[in-house]
């Protein structure tokens, strides 16, 4: 059964705390995506990543880090300098960095 | 800069009637134009998407209207029922520009009431 998953569905995080949300995909897509969505700002992008070990900063990328060692992995590590961390946390993929993207079931991250 | 503009950000409709969401742009570059259906607590799922080189695509009651001149198109939502409920994204793809390809509007939360 092909698709995207991302661990956990919630995630509690506690001043000062780096934490690191899961995704992963069994769709063979070589592009990933991160974003972010907060209620009433539709979606931003955080990072973005087209191949193996090489990725992009999207628009909101402060506070967050990424790595990508495996074609079916992308996790995202919220970092203690994002000041404002409370978000449901969206991971995608597509074929290529253009073509339709499919997205996870999300993360929702709360701050302790 | 918000290149996707969508309206209106909530709509109540009732069941039975027709669900219109509107989405305008201003990159001429963009050549997809996808719209993605969100319920509570889960991601975003592809529900129908249409290239410029038609006016109107069509699958089942989700209808999708394009105006390559006036650069806008919206989704139509026939005979609307209760499960319709949920928040609509349309977004818009450029090949090669912008950071991902993909930009999305704000989102309609859309209510059917029975």
């Known amino acids: 059964d092909g698709g995207i998953t991302q661990s956990p569905k919630y995630l509690f995080r506690k001043e000062g705390q780096n934490v690191t949300l899961s995704c992963e995909q069994n769709?063979?897509?070589?592009?990933m995506y991160w974003y972010r969505q907060d209620p009433g700002q539709g979606l931003r992008l955080i990072y973005y990543?087209?191949?193996?070990?090489?990725?992009q900063k999207g628009d909101i990328a402060e506070g967050y880090s990424v790595s990508r060692e495996k074609k079916e992995s992308f996790p995202l590590t919220v970092t203690s300098a994002q000041k404002n961390p409370t978000a449901f946390y969206l991971c995608?993929?597509?074929?290529?960095?253009?073509?339709?993207?499919?997205f996870g079931p999300g993360t929702r991250l709360l701050v302790l | 800069q918000q290149q996707v503009k969508q309206s209106p950000q909530s709509l109540i409709v009732q069941k039975g009637g027709i669900s219109i969401i509107n989405c305008a742009y201003e990159?001429?570059?963009?050549?997809?134009f996808p719209w993605y259906q969100q319920f509570p607590g889960k991601g975003p799922a592809l529900l129908i998407a249409?290239?410029?080189d038609v006016s109107e695509k069509k699958e089942g009651r989700f209808t999708i209207s394009f105006n390559k001149s006036a650069k806008q198109f919206s989704l139509h939502i026939m005979d609307s029922q209760p499960g319709d409920s949920a928040t609509y994204f349309c977004?818009?793809?450029?090949w090669g520009g912008g950071a991902d390809g993909l930009t999305f509007g704000k989102g309609t939360h859309l209510i059917i009431q029975p």
């Open positions: 977004a818009a793809r450029s």
């Open positions: 995608a993929s597509s074929i290529g960095r253009t073509e339709t993207q499919y």
């Open positions: 990159n001429t570059a963009f050549d997809y």
């Open positions: 990543s087209q191949i193996v070990n090489d990725f």
């Open positions: 769709l063979n897509h070589d592009a």
């Open positions: 249409i290239r410029p």
